[in-house]
């Protein structure tokens, strides 16, 4: 690699570090709590438990479950009912009207006992809730997470050339070399030690932050592609005036698809099943398929199977890219993992902060020792 090749890769990752090391610090402090969202939300009580009785006791119809939550706010509409993950529970996302995308209400209900255990603006805390509008959008909707989108591609391109500076800058150090007799060059090995230790990890959280702002595009291109051509053959047919059981659909749904779970199941009308359909969403039982969805598509006049197909690669790889940017794979201890890896990239995103300050304030007697006659060959390479 020739000298001005170098130069040129130490401008890219100069540059590109120094436009996106403000929101990347932003991003990691909010996302070392977000990685333990759960563990704070039942802390916190945003989890509400369900009823003390017999852990075998009979789940109740989905109907009823329904039933029991038009009757609370009668004047919205159900849009989703989604069980959770861990209790018999069901959420049920309310919304002004059915083919309102903004949640007006989600109201957590004991699958068993049909109590109404919890009402409130989604099913996390306030403080999740503010930790995770600030590192998904910076509270600026969908422009937000466009930009964020755009630093995270910043980012993976300052990682890709630090680590093309680094072949040329470790020719002359072995591997992990630190040199503590200046502070400056001490700080610029931990960077480089410390940076080229995390890339595979930086490179895929990068990546898929940058995925994930894109999630509101995905969801829309496969409403006005796939979902259309699911429902077409309904296009011109009048909706049911009054929906067959929703009970009825999730079987069917469970039964077209042996081995799958409810992930979640929108309400005919609302924007993810048409006027015509309940769209039943199953995901698998392992711990990637059950990331990944299936849509089912049950006729809402009868309650008979319509038509199921697999997402097209791009949501495949969406949905694969959010639980994989917070380390939701393995458990308490992946997480931990995570936790500990956001951390040491704060020291790396810090430790290139203070670097550019540092040479940035000694730019001036740098530049007067190389104009000084005589001492010029005293002044050593720059890093």
Known sequence: MTPRTVRIWKDVHKWTSLVCTLFLFILCLTGLPLIFH????RMLGATAAPDSIAADAPMISLDRVIEIGRAERPNEAITFAVPDDD????????????????VAAVMTIDGRTGRILRVGDSTRSPIVKFITDLHTDLFLGEKGMLFLGAIGLCFVAAIVSGIVVYGPFMRRLDFGTMRPRARRLYWLDMHNLAGVVLTAWMLVVGLTG??????????RHWQRTELVEMIAPWRNAPAPANPSSVQKAMETALASA????????????SLFAGGHHYGVFLHGNTPLTSKLIMPVMINAADGTFSESRELPWYAKVLFVSKPLHFGD???????IIWGLLDILTLIVLGSGLYLWVARWRTAPSWKAAARAPGLAAQVPERL
Do not use: C, R
């Open 87 to 102: 209790d018999p529970v069901w959420h049920l996302f309310f919304a002004a009207a059915i083919n309102s995308p903004k």
């Open 329 to 335: 794979y393995g458990g308490l201890p992946l997480k």
């Open 258 to 269: 042996p081995g799958m779970e409810v992930s979640s199941i929108a309400m005919p009308g």
């Open 210 to 219: 940058s995925i994930n702002t894109l999630a509101q595009q995905i969801a």
């Open 38 to 41: 759960e563990e704070i939300d």
